[in-house]
């Protein structure tokens, strides 16, 4: 299996986190992609790739362009407004407020307008890092379309909880979402993703809410109790022409394998329904029973079989990197995915 990474992913690093209530190092950090690249390596997976520059199409078959316009620029309009130091939102739209539908001039009211939390800033580079992220998951993409049964998207930062014109979650281009894009326009016509991270991939359900040529699968934690709250009910099943192509599977704190496992064996079946010609999984390990944000069990071994279960959806397949914090197992958990597909045959 190829491997596609850029070490520009280390142009991205929040330099801390608000978490409950104390000022932390972000959990999202640099390291998590040399750890993964170690593990890639130890096993001899195979080839490291370095993806080519996609230039910003691709993108923006996902991301509006104002969006995109605005992730490249904000950083030298903060300056210019002579801030220092890393660049936050901290103001959201409440649920009692009337809906604005176009962007506002002010920076930091933009800066609102296209995020959805402050798990992570914007540092002067960020945007560098995004964009080589999503270059990441193009490479893979396309190795997949150029006939390789499954490559492996080594993405940071994650992208699965960006939408079309917002970030949020640590995530800023969706990288699921743009290779997903890729597959379509390349003439697949219908593509599924199966998000097995932790988090409801809220971005990805925003971007193909609407449309039944993606189906979106997603099992995470309730946002009755988890981020990213507002959305991930199983009462979400997509709107218009995507009526039904949208899977929730909100699954309880503690959650363990056998549930975890129930509810991803009900997701692999309606893949297998959908008749895809290709499938993006967006590959989050924070299931994991010791990382520090979850609060799911599953162990080591699991992911092995999460691996082996995928591969017998028998189609092409794109794994990209997403969430998974616990620096100690993430090597290994995330690469017994890929190690577990691949030995399934
Ligand atoms: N500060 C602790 C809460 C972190 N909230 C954002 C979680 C994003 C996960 C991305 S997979
Ligand atoms: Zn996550």
């Known amino acids: ?40 390596k130890e096993v001899g997976l195979g080839p490291i790739l370095t993806p080519q520059d996609y230039e910003l199409a691709p993108i923006k078959r996902v991301h509006t362009p ?62 560098q890092a995004a964009k080589r992220a999503a270059d990441t998951a193009l490479a893979g993409a396309d190795a997949v379309l150029g006939g390789e049964r499954t490559a492996f998207s080594l993405c940071r930062p994650p992208g699965h909880h960006a939408g079309r014109d917002f970030f949020g979650g640590y995530c800023y281009l969706n990288n699921a979402a743009i290779a997903v894009q890729r597959f379509r326009d390349a003439g697949r016509s219908r593509v ?25 699968a997603s099992m995470h934690g309730d ?17 218009g022409a995507g009526e039904g192509f949208n899977l929730n599977y909100p699954l309880p704190s503690g959650t363990q394998w056998p ?43 699991h992911f092995s079989e999460i691996g082996a279960r995928i591969a017998a959806l028998d189609l092409p397949t794109l794994f990209v990197m997403e969430g998974g914090y616990a620096i100690g197992a993430l090597g290994v958990n995330a690469v017994n995915v890929l190690t577990g597909f691949e030995q399934a045959g």
């Open 66 to 127: 104002d969006y995109v316009d605005f992730l490249k620029g904000v950083y030298e309009e903060w300056q210019a407004a002579g801030r220092d130091g890393e660049v936050w939102p901290y103001s959201w739209r409440h649920r009692s407020m009337p809906p604005i539908d176009k962007a506002p001039s002010g920076l930091d009211a933009r800066l609102s307008y296209y995020s959805f939390d402050m798990a992570g800033s914007i540092t002067a580079t960020t945007w």
């Open 192 to 216: 599924a993703v199966l998000d097995v991270d932790y988090h409801h991939g809220n971005g990805t359900q925003e971007i193909f809410y609407d449309r039944a040529d993606v189906l979106v």
């Open 1 to 40: 299996m190829k491997t596609f990474y850029t070490a520009d992913h280390h142009l991205h690093h929040s330099g801390m986190e608000l978490s409950f209530g104390k000022i932390v190092e972000t959990f999202e950090k640099p390291e998590r992609a040399e750890i993964i690249l170690a593990r890639v």
């Open 259 to 301: 549930e975890w496992s129930a509810a991803f064996e009900d997701a692999c079946r309606r893949i297998e329904a959908f008749d895809a010609q290709a499938l993006v999984v967006s590959l989050g390990v924070d299931t994991y029973k010791e990382d520090p944000i979850s609060q799911f069990k599953l162990d080591t071994p």
């Open 223 to 239: 946002p009755d109790f988890e981020f990213p709250f507002h959305l991930g009910y199983a009462r979400e099943r997509g709107e």
